[in-house]
């Protein structure tokens, strides 16, 4: 247990179907992160919150919408998925950065939601 | 531009052998190095990172690496595999472009152990 939980771990959806993946995280971090992992490809760094602002965009299409309503929840909602896109959404969290450039703060990982597009 | 290349998708080792898992990057500028382990139906678990100072670094559960900048590597040794090991091991540099924040992670690679 890594103080960072997903919801739904495990989903289904059709590429007309509107859904959201949902990450919470109770460590008192400031900065969280969306993740996907596909077989046989590295780690794709998705979208990335600093203190509630929205601080990177890995050019993401515009289906995926991330929300950080507060520095403890972090949403990725979905829209006209691709098949494509099936894969394995993981949230992560750390300590934020304010300006400082440095070592980068330790990130803690959720289990992750498995995502299936039909 | 960073990227990282892990050599070998797939290692296989019997128990109490070494463990040697491959790690090269590319970076312009001084990097910091991660390894991460992820166990089935698990999220990343942080293994061991270097940023500055010694370049031995000892991590969790008896994993160690060694940032080496004229060879541009950062492999991940293990004296003596146990089966408890097997899962996959993801080398990752810090992406720059960032506050010190992002991670650029390379391909992975599964860690089998055998009895």
């Known amino acids: 247990e890594t103080g960072v939980t997903q919801t739904p771990r495990h989903l289904v959806m059709g590429m007309t179907n509107k859904k959201s993946l949902k990450c919470e995280q109770h460590?008192?971090?400031?900065?969280m992160y969306w993740y996907k992992q596909s077989a046989k490809k590295p780690l794709e760094l998705m979208f990335v919150y600093n203190f509630k602002e929205q601080t990177e965009n890995n050019s993401v299409p515009s289906r995926f919408s991330p929300e950080c309503p507060n520095s403890s929840h972090l949403f990725l909602h979905l829209h006209t998925l691709q098949p494509e896109d099936s894969a394995l959404y993981l949230c992560?969290?750390?300590?934020?950065?304010?300006?400082?450039?440095?070592?980068?703060?330790?990130?803690?990982f959720g289990p992750g939601t498995r995502l299936t597009v039909t | 531009a960073q990227s990282v290349t892990q050599l070998g998708s797939h290692v296989s080792v019997s128990e109490g052998a070494l463990v040697l898992l491959r790690c090269n990057y590319s970076s312009s500028v001084p990097p910091y190095l991660f390894w991460y382990v992820q166990y089935p139906n698990q999220g990343l678990q942080l293994l061991l990172k270097y940023t500055t100072g010694a370049t031995l670094v000892k991590g969790i559960n008896g994993f160690e690496a060694e940032f080496k900048k004229s060879e541009t590597s950062f492999h991940l040794t293990k004296p003596s595999a146990h089966m408890s090991d097997a899962a996959e091991y993801f080398c990752?540099?810090?992406?720059?472009?960032?506050?010190?924040?992002?991670?650029?992670f390379g391909k992975g690679t599964t860690l089998s152990v055998s009895s």
């Open positions: 990752a540099v810090s992406d720059h472009r960032q506050a010190g924040t992002a991670l650029i």
């Open positions: 992560a969290s750390s300590q934020g950065e304010r300006l400082r450039r440095g070592p980068p703060y330790e990130q803690y």
């Open positions: 460590l008192g971090h400031n900065a």
